[in-house]
T-cell receptor, first 112, second 114 residues
Framework: GENVEQHPSTLSVQEGDSAVIKCTYS??????FPWYKQELGKRPQLIID?????GEKKDQRIAVTLNKTAKHFSLHITETQPEDSAVYFC???????????FGTGTRLTVIP | DVKVTQSSRYLVKRTGEKVFLECVQD?????MFWYRQDPGLGLRLIYF???????EKGDIPEGYSVSREKKERFSLILESASTNQTSMYLC?????????????FGPGTRLTVL
């Protein structure tokens, strides 16, 4: 089955700096890559996703890039703010699958 | 607005007890999922269901069973709870339109087995 690896496991940045979280996947059939954000004590929520026919997608301060050849995708957060502090999970899925394969999560701390 | 609820936020049980965790969604979603979340291990899929009375094993089904008698409700059952099942349990639901459908999560149940 699919194996998704996520790095780093923890990340601390100064407010205003950028943060990058990277994920790799093993199954070349995977073609959908969502990112979920889980704030402390709350449920995970989808923040952005990308499909394999697109190399990059942006939504305000958040962007995701995908390199299908290398089988990796990344989340970029620019101008970080304290409210960006959370655990971020990447995931992968493929046509015909009902479920997502999640990475192990990255705890991002934005230092004011 | 999708609403996924779980029966308890916190639960304390003793080893050997039978435990029921309930999940209800109000958006007529076909797919429902049970995950457990442990530090450093992320979200691991226990079971999912794609229709009433249908279920599929996830990555870590051992020690668990599930029940889906109604479309809106998906139950996780620990037949005989053990201490290594102490964890945060998250339920999620999604449409059955395809693998790109957003999963909506419940608030989680933190289960402690003594």
């Amino acid at each position: 089955g699919e194996n998704v690896e996520q790095h780093p496991s923890t990340l601390s940045v100064q407010e205003g700096d950028s943060a990058v979280i990277k994920c790799t996947y093993s199954d070349s059939a995977s073609n959908y890559f969502p990112w979920y954000k889980q704030e402390l004590g709350k449920r995970p929520q989808l923040i952005i996703d990308i499909r394999s026919n697109v190399g990059e997608k942006k939504d305000q301060r958040i962007a995701v890039t995908l390199n299908k050849t290398a089988k990796h995708f990344s989340l970029h957060i620019t101008e970080t703010q304290p409210e960006d502090s959370a655990v971020y999970f990447c995931a992968a899925s493929m046509t015909g699958a009902n479920n997502l394969f999640f990475g192990t999560g990255t705890r991002l701390t934005v230092i004011p | 607005d999708v609403k996924v609820t779980q029966s308890s936020r916190y639960l304390v049980k003793r080893t050997g007890e039978k435990v029921f965790l309930e999940c209800v969604q109000d958006m007529d979603h076909e797919n429902m999922f049970w995950y457990r979340q442990d530090p450093g291990l992320g979200l691991r899929l226990i079971y999912f269901s794609y229709d009433v009375k249908m279920k599929e094993k996830g990555d870590i089904p051992e020690g668990y069973s599930v029940s889906r008698e109604k479309k809106e409700r998906f139950s996780l059952i620990l037949e005989s709870a053990s201490t290594n099942q102490t964890s945060m349990y998250l339920c999620a639901s999604a449409l059955a339109g395809g693998h790109t459908d957003t999963q909506y999560f419940g608030p989680g149940t933190r289960l402690t087995v003594l």
